[in-house]
Structure formats: structure tokens, C-alpha cells
């Protein structure tokens, strides 16, 4: 379902499917290094898994740069980055607005990132204050059909990246920060959402083209 529809029909159409329109998204990744030793971070692990997850509304967005980049508001309860040594963390109370941004065209690859941005990347300020978690995935070709985020549910993977960042990082006091190898991403619809799209209760990966 496209985000503008023409015509009573098209308008119809978001109506009824507005209420559950609700996408998850789930990135892993395996911590390389971690330079953090205090609080919840500092007990992760090299070697731990990584599982960044939150939700957004498919209908709840800023066109920031138009034809090339959406942003689509991140629900502030449902983000979690937890690791498999059993740390997890939220957002902080005290961030801005964070978003899950879809590019498509800019200017050389299409991709993804999580930023307090409407328009690049730049990370979210983490519950555990004063670190900041980015994560940032650039794809080759036209991997992307539009920047409709219902348009790119499937699975996108290390393979043909152009460039990655996920990481956990600090500027002040101590300048530290966490690395990790990104897996892979998926984008799925709740499952009322998959009811109304008629998607059933699978959804096939994304080819590469």
C-alpha cells in the first residue's frame, strides 16, 4: 500500500489499514571489540550477538529530502539493543526524536539508518547515557523500489553492501566505543499488517540486482 493513494478508492484503502500498519525492524551484528568498561556496556563481550529491534509506523513519517530519503519515527517503547551475554539497553529518555531512515537514490546507493536526523545517518542517544548507537547500511544498484517502508520488508544481508557502521560510541568523558560486524537486517510487518498486504505468514528475502 502506497503512502499517497488518489482517489476515494486509494483513500479508503488507507483508512482501513492505517491502524495496523506497524513494521519491525530487527538488525544483528557480532561485537568485534569493546573499548566501554562501566555500567551495563561495559560487561559485553567480544564474540557476543548483537540485536538491535524497535518498530515504526508505516504512516508516520517527514519526507526530508524528497524522492530520495523518509523518515519514519521510531516508537520510543518498542527499540531495544540487547546481546547475547544478557545486557540490554533502550533509548534515553533525553534524546531527540529518533528515526529509521530509507534512502533511495542518495546519491549513489539506496540503504537504511537509525539517526535523531530526519536526512543522514548520525546515531540515537542509548538509556545507558552518554553513548550513542549508529547504525547505518548502504546496498549497490537499485535494491530499493520506493521509500515506502512497506516496499522494502524482506531481508537485506552483508552481502552487496557498498559500506556499513554499527557501532556503539562515546565523545565525552572518555572517547570509547563498541564495534560490531553487521549480519544482516529484516523489515517485517506485524501480523494484522500481513493479513491486510496478503503477505501470509512468510516473507521471501530480497534479491540483489
Known amino acids: 500500500m502506497k503512502q499517497f493513494a488518489l482517489g476515494l478508492v486509494g483513500l479508503a484503502c488507507v483508512a482501513g489499514a492505517a491502524h495496523a500498519d506497524i513494521v519491525t525492524i530487527t538488525a544483528t551484528g557480532e561485537v568485534f571489540f569493546n573499548g566501554i568498561n562501566s555500567g551495563p556496556l561495559g560487561a559485553v563481550n567480544g564474540g557476543e550477538i548483537a540485536t538491535l529491534t524497535f518498530t515504526v509506523d508505516s504512516n508516520t513519517f517527514v519526507e526530508d529530502v524528497p524522492g530520495d530519503v523518509r ?23 533525553n534524546s531527540a526524536t529518533p528515526n529509521f531512515g530509507v534512502i533511495d537514490g542518495f546519491p549513489v546507493s539506496d540503504g537504511f539508518f537509525v539517526s535523531e536526523h530526519t536526512a543522514s545517518p548520525g546515531g540515537v542517544q542509548l538509556s545507558h547515557e552518554p553513548y550513542n548507537l549508529d547504525l547505518s547500511l548502504g546496498y549497490v544498484g537499485e535494491t530499493l523500489d520506493s521509500l515506502d517502508i512497506l516496499d522494502a520488508i524482506g531481508t537485506y544481508e552483508f552481502d552487496g553492501l557498498t559500506r556499513y557502521s554499527m557501532n556503539i560510541w562515546s565523545v565525552f568523558p572518555d572517547n570509547v566505543a563498541m564495534g560490531m560486524d553487521f549480519s544482516q537486517m529484516t523489515i517485517t510487518p506485524a501480523p494484522a499488517s500481513m493479513a491486510l498486504l496478503g503477505l501470509g505468514g512468510l516473507v521471501a528475502n530480497r534479491r540483489r540486482r
Open 71 to 93: 523518515a519514519y519515527a521510531i516508537n520510543h517503547a518498542s527499540f531495544t539493543l540487547s546481546f547475547s551475554g544478557g545486557t540490554s539497553v533502550g533509548l534515553s529518555n
